[in-house]
């Protein structure tokens, strides 16, 4: 990936109250994003993903949370930034969409004002030029007969329909960088296709970065160029989306893509992972995998593993300390 | 192997006492009306004059060391009133709102579990009685049945029912439709173990808090009908009468609907104390994890 | 796996029809879903059945309706040999000690002021499965069954993280000893590696008890690897039904296609090539006229339009109902190789 | 919407029938004969049933009860068997007066109760929440004759601000204000109490909701986000619970109009029940269950105008 990373993240740690005591919810967080790239952060419910992609924003702010570790957006540090700082870079620079369309959007407010909200806020224009904009947009996302459907209220669209609607309002100051926060897992398959081609097609476009959250690999497969697999609030693999399919390293992503039943091929066993994702409670210090691990030893279990590319290619590194050995792959 | 812990009514006593404990708001309320509780109930004791006393060379006195509150028009102990009229506003509004809350809620439940008609009918009728503030139906009700203990009960009950109806249908609504409602059916219970065992208990918070917010509301209601004429018939004491008296007076003996006033204040207050916590505490929105 | 071979048919639904009142707007006129429109599918004895859709499709409906948790409008119930449509209450509780349901929320679907014990033991002392003073050894044969620890019993639903909740719902519909399940979405709230423990376990208990299971999943991929055959359904009706592999490697109704095309497959080459996926389910209040899916098929010519394709043997254990089935069968077949 | 209002004027009908029933037969059940009630015990027999046929009481109670429903349908509720008015002008005469300060309370409340609940909502868990939480638990708990008196004694009695007895006749628009005052004050604060309360936790629901989260990752300032966002969702069920508290206030002012001595709908009722003037006593309540009625209409058509997911497209 050419050019400098429009953001870079560095030993993120989110934090959390829980029960007086301050708890780590994700702990040295690392990954950059090139311009144009497309990053999936995958993992189960609890890895921490979500948090990570809030943080980026500074949506995780009050007293109940806590943020350590670097973000920087351009070579702005975005950790600690004051929130009229955050306001201007929040939809403007980088911008966010959510899981759930039907909460997402304001249910006593036309569509289109929706849109250019953001519009007015951050590049000051008239309402009218506001409105084109947003009319633009609306189009631009394929909603049909925008004109007339701008006074619309959300109640009034299909769930696939609100999310384009949310796309679009993210879309408004064309940002820079796209965080999307399991964008399709509220919809149905058939609009999870199209919406993903659409996302696809708008980051290719207007040369845009995106962040993406998900739990299926099978998502990731359609849209991501690199992947990041995440545990127990850890990075534990991240390489090109071509080379994680074909050659997992980390014995939890190998398992993950075992434990998937698939519809285009016979699937004789599945291979499910023993034991549950633990609490953040539960947390150890060594590689937070161990207890289910096939491979783990003592090594394992007392200090953290860090990720490196260990043996591998450069791209792709992983956090295990007896990760899969490098396949020799014939191009 | 572990065993069932413990009955299902001793859960709920602990679990009670668990929410009580934690929270000092409740607890504050808890303690005010159990003191008024106490007055009522050791009224006798407490007094120290008999209530319908008249001292006609002492009308209208001023509070003193012989009457801590002072003397009304016909020269009758104010502090002894308060404390036997205390006695009316908790049977009264205690009467009314038991009464109240077992056929509300057993209406509620019902018509909620099994909708159809069974609903229709109990939605109309529901409706029809909460389009009346409750102190309108009340006085609808005794302006024409008169004002005696057992008709004020009724009217306040009347008043209040539609309001248990209401906070019993609608969760028990929500409810049918949610999966382990679902489940019992699909295990083939009954509909009446199923109201009872598996609906019941999770509403009752809801209508707990009901019943201490609209006790609270009942005392009110029943002083104002006194206020206006319609309580229980002088010269039984009752806080809503002797204001009433007072008020008459006002411009020279301002105490005389003061105490009585406050005496109001207090026991409404500790209710709504009381209420208000308990929806704090049981909100599952606020609640933590067990 | 190779599950033991089907014989004859054990629950069976005939033309079965169910329609909803929408909510009503403000003084907006009544209108009617038909959440399923003559829908007849046949769960064989030792079958598992794979049930699949979009949301809205009335995939819910029709378990629900199968095991009389909701009343057909129209059309019959069978359940072993017995016209089940009318039963009456008192019956069909008995029925249910053999009928039984999973749902897809299983916090949802527990008491939550109940402990494990409780749940468990209530239905054993309701159907007296069991004489009282066993209830505890069989309550922990049931746990133990589901693999779950026997410290579970003393413990409340939400303590209990989703896999180990949906194996209580399990437990519970197990303690009856049923001959059929209803799995609602079973594992589609789950996380893949608990999925994946959860099939696991369904499909140990199709082997140990010879059990059936009706399977409603939107995932295409989950019913290819469970289930035996698959139905497929489309706003309110079935569209196609047929053996698994040949469904979803060869399918014959552009619907089934258009899924199939849709679902994710963790395979970037795959999942990258252009899938031609159109159009939104339209809204079931107003269901296009002749074949639904007309709107969004490719192939749509003037009869589909018009007249709602009959339901057509294409052999091979096959139906599929499309007007376009003769000329294009075997097209389909190809783009699937 | 206007087809919507119609509907729901059909569907009161039921009510408003359920209550004339009521009505008529609470003033069968009474102990007593209205004609003794009316010439007195002195009263001779000739007298008592020449009245009786004059009353209709002669006539079957299923016919009396046709009648009586005829009666009301042309607007006829009798005449008050103390002053011989007829009952519709009693009413008309004082309902401007009810009606007057029932609004001018509902603005009060309003206009205190949600600005103080949104500010309490906002600064969750501080001290504005803390004070506006235990001030309105305080109004709810104060009967609003009480809380009416004590605002008598200040204002009036000790201050002398606001006149102790409200005028009657023809007065300026100054000295009606000031009249109205007291009384709407009263009524209006203790509303405020309930409003603030009910503000306070659908806003706090509101905060809590996806959308608040979307506007903020889009930019848009907190305080505006707030106002546009939150404040403007806030507000829908506050608009029902203002109009259910609408007969919570026509309740109140029964006893707000005993209070401050003010001509109007209670003040009627209170002296129509101390007199038993039954026929008066029957007018009001069906006014009452008409003026419920309307108000449960206004606030169904509130509610659609604030609430676009129930508005007609």
């Given at each position: 990936?050419?050019?400098?990373?429009?953001?870079?993240?560095?030993?993120?740690?989110?934090?959390?109250?829980?029960?007086g005591?301050?708890?780590?919810?994700?702990?040295?967080i690392?990954?950059?994003?090139?311009?144009?790239?497309?990053?999936?952060?995958?993992g189960?419910?609890?890895?921490?993903?979500?948090?990570?992609?809030?943080?980026?924003l500074?949506?995780?702010?009050?007293e109940?949370?806590?943020?350590?570790?670097?973000?920087?957006?351009?070579?702005r540090?975005?950790?600690?930034?004051?929130?009229?700082?955050?306001?201007?870079?929040?939809?403007k620079?980088?911008?966010?969409?959510?899981?759930?369309?039907?909460t997402?959007?304001?249910?006593?407010?036309?569509?289109?004002?929706q849109?250019?909200?953001?519009?007015?806020?951050?590049?000051?224009?008239?309402r009218?030029e506001a409105?084109?904009?947003?009319?633009?947009?609306?189009?631009?996302?394929?909603?049909?007969?925008?004109?007339?459907?701008?006074?619309?209220?959300?109640?009034?669209?299909?769930?696939?329909?609100?999310?384009?609607?949310?796309?679009?309002?993210?879309?408004?100051c064309?940002?820079?960088?796209?965080?999307?926060?399991?964008?399709?897992?509220?919809?149905?398959?058939?609009?999870?296709?199209?919406?993903?081609?659409?996302?696809?097609?708008?980051?290719?476009?207007?040369e845009?970065?995106?962040?993406?959250i998900?739990?299926?690999?099978?998502?990731?497969?359609?849209?991501?160029?690199?992947?990041?697999?995440?545990?127990a609030?850890?990075?534990?693999?991240?390489?090109?989306?071509?080379?994680?399919?074909a050659?997992?390293?980390?014995?939890?992503?190998?398992a993950l893509?075992q434990?998937i039943?698939?519809?285009d091929?016979?699937?004789?066993?599945?291979?499910?992972?023993?034991?549950?994702v633990?609490?953040?409670?539960?947390?150890?210090?060594g590689?937070?995998?161990?207890?289910?691990?096939?491979?783990?030893?003592?090594?394992?279990?007392a200090?953290?593993?860090?990720?490196?590319?260990?043996?591998g290619?450069?791209?792709?590194?992983?956090?295990?300390?007896?990760?899969?050995?490098v396949?020799?792959?014939?191009? | 192997?572990?065993?069932p812990?413990?009955?299902?009514?001793?859960?709920?006593?602990r679990?009670?006492?668990?929410?009580?404990?934690?929270?000092?708001?409740?607890?504050?309320?808890?303690?005010?009306?159990?003191?008024?509780?106490?007055?009522?109930?050791?009224?006798?004791?407490?007094?120290?004059?008999?209530?319908?006393?008249?001292?006609?060379?002492?009308?209208?006195?001023t509070?003193?060391?012989?009457?801590?509150?002072g003397?009304?028009?016909?020269?009758?102990?104010?502090?002894?009133r308060?404390?036997?009229?205390?006695r009316?506003?908790?049977?009264i509004?205690?009467?009314?709102?038991?009464?109240?809350m077992?056929?509300?809620?057993?209406?509620?439940?019902?018509?909620?579990?099994?909708?159809g008609?069974?609903d229709?009918?109990?939605?109309?009728?529901?409706?029809?009685?909460?389009?009346f503030?409750?102190l309108i139906?009340?006085l609808?009700?005794?302006?024409?049945?008169g004002p005696?203990?057992?008709?004020?009960?009724?009217?306040?009950?009347?008043?209040?029912?539609?309001?248990?109806?209401?906070v019993?249908?609608?969760?028990?609504?929500?409810?049918?439709?949610?999966?382990?409602?679902?489940?019992?059916?699909?295990?083939?219970?009954?509909?009446?173990?199923?109201?009872?065992?598996?609906?019941?208990?999770?509403?009752?918070?809801?209508?707990?808090?009901?019943?201490?917010?609209?006790?609270?509301?009942?005392?009110?209601?029943?002083?104002?009908l006194?206020?206006?004429?319609?309580g229980v018939?002088?010269?039984t004491?009752?806080?809503?009468?002797?204001?009433?008296?007072?008020?008459?007076?006002?411009?020279?003996?301002?105490?005389l609907a003061i105490?009585?006033?406050?005496?109001?204040?207090?026991?409404?207050?500790?209710?709504?104390l009381?209420?208000d916590?308990l929806?704090?505490?049981?909100?599952?929105?606020l609640r933590?994890?067990? | 796996m190779t599950?033991p071979?089907?014989?004859?048919?054990?629950?069976?639904?005939?033309?079965?029809?169910?329609?909803?009142?929408?909510?009503?707007?403000m003084?907006?006129?009544?209108?009617r879903?038909?959440?399923?429109?003559?829908v007849s599918?046949?769960v064989?004895?030792?079958?598992?059945?794979?049930?699949?859709?979009?949301?809205g499709?009335?995939?819910?409906?029709?378990g629900?309706?199968?095991?009389?948790?909701?009343?057909?409008?129209?059309?019959?119930?069978?359940?072993?040999?017995?016209?089940?449509?009318?039963?009456?209450p008192?019956?069909?509780?008995?029925?249910?000690?053999?009928?039984?349901?999973?749902?897809?929320?299983?916090?949802a679907?527990?008491?939550?002021?109940?402990?494990?014990?409780?749940?468990?033991?209530?239905?054993?002392?309701?159907?007296?499965?069991?004489?009282?003073?066993?209830?505890?050894a069989?309550?922990?044969?049931?746990?133990d069954?589901?693999?779950?620890?026997?410290?579970?019993?003393?413990?409340?639903?939400?303590?209990?993280?989703?896999?180990?909740?949906?194996?209580?719902?399990?437990?519970?519909?197990?303690?009856v000893?049923?001959?059929?399940?209803?799995?609602?979405?079973a594992?589609s709230?789950?996380?893949?590696?608990?999925q994946?423990?959860?099939?696991?376990?369904?499909?140990?208990?199709?082997?140990?008890?010879?059990?059936?299971y009706?399977?409603?999943?939107?995932?295409?991929?989950?019913?290819?690897?469970?289930?035996?055959?698959?139905?497929?359904?489309?706003?309110?009706?079935?569209v196609?039904?047929?053996?698994?592999?040949?469904l979803?490697?060869?399918?014959?109704?552009?619907?089934?296609?258009?899924?199939?095309?849709?679902?994710?497959?963790?395979?970037?080459?795959q999942?990258?090539?252009?899938?031609?996926?159109?159009?939104?389910?339209?809204?079931?209040?107003?269901?296009?006229?002749?074949?639904?899916?007309h709107?969004?098929?490719?192939?749509?010519?003037?009869?589909?339009?018009?007249?709602?394709?009959?339901?057509?043997?294409?052999?091979?254990?096959?139906?599929?109902?499309?007007h376009?089935?003769?000329?294009?069968?075997?097209?389909?077949?190809a783009?699937?190789? | 919407?206007?087809?919507?209002?119609?509907?729901?004027?059909?569907?009161?009908?039921?009510?408003?029938?359920?209550?004339?029933?009521?009505?008529?037969?609470?003033?069968?059940?009474?102990?007593?004969?209205?004609?003794?009630m009316?010439?007195?015990?002195q009263?001779s027999?000739?007298?008592?049933a020449?009245?009786?046929?004059?009353?209709?009481?002669?006539?079957?109670?299923?016919?009396?009860?046709?009648?009586?429903l005829?009666n009301?349908a042309?607007?006829?509720?009798?005449?008050?068997?103390?002053?011989?008015?007829?009952?519709?002008?009693?009413?008309?005469?004082?309902?401007?007066?009810?009606?007057?300060?029932?609004?001018?309370?509902?603005?009060?409340?309003?206009?205190?109760?949600?600005?103080?609940?949104?500010?309490?909502?906002?600064?969750r868990?501080?001290?504005?929440?803390?004070?506006?939480?235990?001030g309105?638990?305080?109004?709810?708990?104060?009967?609003a004759?009480?809380?009416?008196?004590?605002l008598?004694?200040?204002?009036?009695?000790?201050?002398?601000?606001?006149?102790?007895?409200?005028?009657?006749?023809?007065?300026?628009?100054?000295?009606n204000?000031?009249?109205?005052?007291l009384p709407?004050?009263t009524?209006?604060?203790l509303?405020?109490?309930?409003?603030?309360?009910?503000?306070?936790?659908?806003?706090?629901?509101?905060?809590?909701?996806?959308?608040?989260?979307?506007?903020?990752?889009?930019?848009?300032?907190?305080?505006m986000?707030?106002r546009?966002?939150?404040?403007?969702?806030?507000?829908?069920?506050?608009?029902t619970?203002v109009g259910?508290?609408?007969g919570?206030?026509?309740?109140?002012s029964?006893?707000?109009e005993?209070?401050?001595?003010r001509?109007?709908?209670?003040k009627?009722?209170?002296?129509?029940l101390?007199?038993?003037?039954?026929?008066?006593?029957?007018?009001?309540?069906?006014?009452?269950?008409?003026?419920?009625?309307?108000?449960n209409?206004?606030?169904d058509l509130?509610?659609?105008?604030?609430?676009?997911?129930?508005?007609?497209?």
């Amino acid at each position: 990936m050419p050019g400098d990373p429009v953001l870079s993240v560095q030993g993120l740690s989110v934090q959390f109250r829980i029960g007086g005591a301050w708890r780590a919810a994700t702990r040295g967080i690392d990954f950059d994003l090139a311009p144009n790239e497309t990053l999936a952060l995958v993992g189960e419910s609890g890895c921490g993903k979500s948090i990570t992609c809030a943080s980026i924003l500074g949506l995780l702010g009050g007293e109940g949370a806590r943020v350590e570790g670097s973000i920087r957006y351009r070579g702005r540090e975005i950790v600690g930034m004051p929130e009229s700082e955050l306001e201007k870079i929040r939809g403007k620079e980088i911008a966010m969409i959510f899981q759930e369309p039907m909460t997402a959007l304001n249910p006593v407010m036309p569509v289109g004002e929706q849109i250019a909200e953001a519009i007015s806020v951050h590049l000051g224009c008239s309402r009218a030029e506001a409105k084109t904009r947003a009319l633009g947009f609306m189009e631009r996302v394929r909603i049909p007969a925008a004109p007339e459907r701008y006074r619309d209220y959300p109640h009034q669209f299909s769930g696939g329909m609100r999310q384009r609607i949310v796309i679009a309002m993210a879309m408004a100051c064309q940002p820079r960088i796209l965080l999307a926060d399991e964008p399709t897992t509220a919809l149905d398959v058939t609009i999870q296709a199209q919406i993903l081609a659409e996302l696809r097609d708008l980051c290719a476009n207007l040369e845009m970065s995106m962040v993406f959250i998900t739990h299926s690999l099978g998502v990731v497969a359609a849209i991501a160029d690199r992947v990041a697999v995440m545990y127990a609030g850890e990075i534990v693999e991240i390489a090109p989306v071509a080379e994680l399919f074909a050659a997992p390293r980390h014995p939890y992503t190998q398992a993950l893509l075992q434990a998937i039943p698939r519809v285009d091929r016979e699937t004789v066993t599945l291979r499910a992972i023993p034991g549950q994702v633990p609490a953040i409670a539960e947390f150890g210090s060594g590689c937070r995998f161990a207890p289910r691990c096939p491979r783990a030893s003592e090594a394992c279990q007392a200090v953290p593993p860090e990720l490196a590319a260990r043996g591998g290619p450069e791209g792709h590194r992983v956090a295990c300390l007896a990760p899969a050995p490098v396949r020799e792959r014939a191009s | 192997m572990p065993r069932p812990a413990g009955s299902a009514a001793g859960r709920l006593a602990r679990k009670l006492w668990r929410i009580a404990t934690a929270n000092i708001t409740i607890e504050a309320g808890i303690v005010l009306f159990l003191l008024v509780v106490a007055v009522a109930v050791f009224a006798p004791l407490i007094a120290t004059h008999d209530p319908l006393d008249q001292d006609l060379f002492e009308r209208l006195g001023t509070p003193s060391t012989e009457h801590w509150l002072g003397t009304d028009s016909f020269g009758r102990d104010i502090f002894s009133r308060i404390v036997f009229g205390a006695r009316i506003s908790l049977v009264i509004g205690l009467s009314a709102v038991l009464t109240a809350m077992v056929v509300g809620s057993f209406l509620g439940v019902l018509s909620g579990y099994l909708g159809g008609w069974v609903d229709q009918l109990v939605g109309q009728a529901t409706n029809i009685l909460l389009a009346f503030p409750s102190l309108i139906l009340g006085l609808m009700v005794v302006a024409f049945l008169g004002p005696s203990m057992i008709n004020l009960i009724a009217a306040i009950a009347l008043a209040t029912v539609p309001q248990f109806v209401r906070v019993a249908r609608a969760p028990t609504v929500a409810l049918r439709d949610r999966d382990y409602i679902q489940a019992c059916r699909a295990l083939g219970f009954s509909p009446l173990r199923t109201m009872l065992r598996h609906v019941l208990p999770n509403i009752w918070p809801e209508i707990l808090v009901m019943a201490t917010l609209w006790l609270a509301t009942a005392i009110r209601v029943e002083a104002s009908l006194a206020f206006i004429g319609l309580g229980v018939k002088p010269p039984t004491p009752t806080w809503g009468g002797m204001i009433r008296e007072g008020f008459e007076n006002i411009l020279t003996s301002l105490w005389l609907a003061i105490f009585p006033s406050l005496a109001i204040l207090v026991v409404v207050f500790a209710l709504n104390l009381i209420g208000d916590g308990l929806r704090d505490a049981l909100d599952p929105r606020l609640r933590k994890d067990e | 796996m190779t599950p033991p071979a089907p014989r004859g048919p054990l629950l069976e639904g005939f033309n079965l029809t169910k329609t909803f009142e929408a909510r009503r707007r403000m003084g907006a006129p009544r209108a009617r879903v038909h959440a399923l429109d003559d829908v007849s599918l046949t769960v064989a004895y030792r079958e598992t059945l794979g049930l699949v859709g979009e949301s809205g499709c009335g995939k819910s409906t029709a378990g629900r309706t199968l095991l009389r948790l909701l009343e057909p409008d129209a059309g019959s119930i069978w359940f072993d040999g017995e016209d089940i449509t009318h039963a009456v209450p008192r019956h069909m509780r008995a029925l249910r000690k053999r009928l039984q349901i999973i749902f897809q929320d299983p916090y949802a679907s527990l008491d939550p002021r109940m402990t494990v014990y409780e749940t468990l033991a209530e239905v054993l002392r309701v159907h007296n499965v069991c004489p009282r003073r066993e209830i505890p050894a069989r309550v922990a044969e049931l746990l133990d069954t589901v693999g779950l620890p026997p410290s579970a019993a003393g413990r409340y639903p939400h303590a209990f993280s989703g896999g180990q909740r949906q194996r209580i719902g399990i437990a519970r519909s197990l303690s009856v000893a049923p001959d059929l399940i209803v799995a609602d979405e079973a594992v589609s709230a789950l996380d893949v590696s608990i999925q994946a423990q959860i099939l696991e376990l369904l499909a140990r208990l199709r082997e140990k008890r010879g059990l059936s299971y009706l399977f409603i999943s939107h995932d295409l991929g989950v019913v290819r690897y469970f289930c035996q055959r698959a139905v497929v359904m489309y706003l309110g009706r079935i569209v196609e039904s047929g053996p698994v592999a040949a469904l979803f490697d060869a399918p014959l109704h552009p619907y089934t296609r258009m899924l199939r095309q849709a679902s994710p497959v963790p395979d970037p080459v795959q999942a990258r090539a252009t899938v031609q996926v159109t159009g939104e389910v339209p809204s079931p209040l107003a269901p296009p006229p002749g074949c639904h899916f007309h709107p969004r098929c490719p192939l749509a010519t003037a009869i589909c339009r018009q007249e709602r394709p009959a339901m057509r043997d294409a052999g091979g254990g096959r139906l599929v109902a499309c007007h376009l089935y003769r000329e294009e069968g075997k097209e389909g077949q190809a783009s699937f190789s | 919407m206007a087809r919507y209002a119609i509907l729901k004027l059909i569907y009161s009908v039921p009510t408003l029938l359920a209550v004339l029933t009521l009505v008529f037969v609470l003033t069968r059940v009474i102990p007593g004969d209205p004609a003794l009630m009316i010439l007195g015990d002195q009263a001779s027999p000739q007298a008592i049933a020449a009245l009786h046929v004059q009353l209709g009481l002669d006539r079957p109670v299923w016919m009396q009860y046709l009648h009586f429903l005829a009666n009301v349908a042309h607007g006829d509720f009798g005449k008050s068997l103390v002053t011989g008015q007829s009952v519709v002008d009693l009413a008309a005469s004082v309902l401007p007066s009810t009606l007057e300060l029932t609004i001018a309370s509902l603005v009060v409340g309003t206009v205190i109760g949600v600005p103080l609940g949104a500010w309490a909502a906002i600064h969750r868990n501080s001290m504005p929440d803390a004070l506006v939480r235990a001030g309105s638990l305080l109004g709810l708990s104060l009967p609003a004759f009480v809380f009416g008196i004590l605002l008598l004694i200040v204002f009036s009695v000790q201050l002398g601000w606001f006149p102790v007895i409200s005028p009657t006749g023809r007065v300026s628009a100054l000295e009606n204000l000031r009249a109205l005052a007291l009384p709407a004050l009263t009524l209006g604060i203790l509303m405020a109490a309930y409003i603030a309360r009910v503000t306070r936790s659908s806003m706090l629901q509101i905060l809590g909701e996806d959308f608040i989260r979307t506007a903020r990752a889009k930019g848009v300032p907190w305080r505006m986000v707030i106002r546009r966002h939150a404040l403007r969702n806030a507000i829908i069920p506050v608009v029902t619970v203002v109009g259910l508290y609408l007969g919570v206030l026509i309740g109140n002012s029964v006893l707000t109009e005993m209070v401050f001595n003010r001509p109007g709908l209670g003040k009627l009722i209170v002296g129509a029940l101390t007199q038993r003037d039954y026929p008066v006593l029957q007018g009001l309540m069906v006014l009452y269950t008409l003026l419920i009625i309307i108000a449960n209409l206004l606030t169904d058509l509130a509610y659609g105008i604030f609430n676009p997911t129930v508005r007609l497209r």
